[in-house]
């Protein structure tokens, strides 16, 4: 195998394309490993994003991201990493047609979102019937008809939050379980719980549920399902997780396996470009100084 690279970075998206800007500047031997299944891939156009004040989809951002690593020579592999493993002091990361051998690793694998069965999903999230993150894009459904969609018990935060932006918001339970103390949070909140869903269908402007037989719009629909961390690659290792899978990190971004670091989705709950980004710097800069100097 040829000589360790500095770092290893695991994931394409705004995290990863920044730790991959940061090493390349830091003129470190390094290499972003993508597979190309990013979430910032599903945002149509962002206006939470600092610098992009008439906003900017996922897909152009990374794209800025791409020319801006690869004009400071950072290297990029379209694959996937199926495996990481220990090999003394570095690590060995392995996929299709991929071995790489690093000192360190930076993992920006994400989270998965669990999404509703719903006939042209991408068409409905592309024209912002279905909402991802009301963090990003509450902002933009100010004084809509809402639906909050999910368990019961794990929507009434994401309500209660909504309704910052708009009197009219419903919760459509994916569930029929009777939970008093969640019902009576949302009716203080003057927040309707309506019957559990019968189904989900879009009609290219509008989501509808059927509930109770009959078939009701809404302007936006949020999906509050869960998401899947993208841990395994650092539990196989032995990295600790909260209850949810996210991986804990230290103040530097390492994660308990020494000089495994994660950033991004698979850590943080609040899951934002700016949040990706900033773990990046501090992951990559420590990566750098705790690494053998580099000087010219």
């Known amino acids: 195998m040829a000589k360790p690279l500095d770092c290893a970075i695991v994931g394409g998206g705004p995290g990863g394309l920044t730790a991959a800007i940061y090493l390349a500047r830091f003129r470190r031997s390094a290499v972003l490993i993508d597979a190309g299944n990013g979430r910032a891939r599903w945002i149509p156009e962002s206006h939470n994003c600092p610098g992009f004040p008439s906003g900017v989809s996922g897909r ?39 071995e790489v051998a690093a000192r360190k690793v930076i993992l920006a694998t994400g989270c998965e979102d669990v999404m509703p069965a719903l006939d042209g999903l991408e068409d409905a999230v592309a024209c912002g019937a279905v909402r991802l993150c009301p963090v990003c894009d509450g902002y933009e459904a100010i004084d809509q008809d809402i639906a909050v969609h999910g368990p019961l018990s794990e929507t009434v935060n994401h309500a209660v939050f909504i309704r910052t932006f ?32 019968g189904g989900l269908s879009f009609d290219g402007r509008r989501c509808h549920f059927l509930i109770g037989g009959e078939s009701r719009a809404f302007d936006v629909v949020y999906p509050m399902l869960g998401a899947r961390q993208k841990s395994g690659l650092a539990t196989a290792l032995g ?31 609040l899951n934002q470009i700016a949040v990706a980004t900033g773990h990046a710097a501090i992951a990559a800069t420590h990566v750098h100084n705790a690494l053998p100097a580099n000087p010219a």
């Open 60 to 98: 152009d951002y990374l794209a800025r991201l791409m020319v801006q690593a690869r004009g400071c020579n950072a290297r990029i592999e379209s694959t996937e990493v199926t495996g990481i493993r220990r090999d003394g002091d570095n690590f060995v990361l392995s996929g299709d047609g991929l």
């Open 166 to 197: 708009s009197k009219r918001v419903a919760v459509v339970p994916s569930d029929g379980i009777v939970d008093a103390a969640a019902r009576g949070r949302l009716a203080d909140a003057g927040i309707e719980v309506t019957p559990p869903s």
């Open 239 to 269: 990295a600790v997780t909260d209850d949810e899978g996210a991986l804990r990190v230290d103040r530097h971004q390492m994660t308990s396996v020494p000089g495994l670091y994660a950033i991004g989705d698979v850590v943080s709950a």
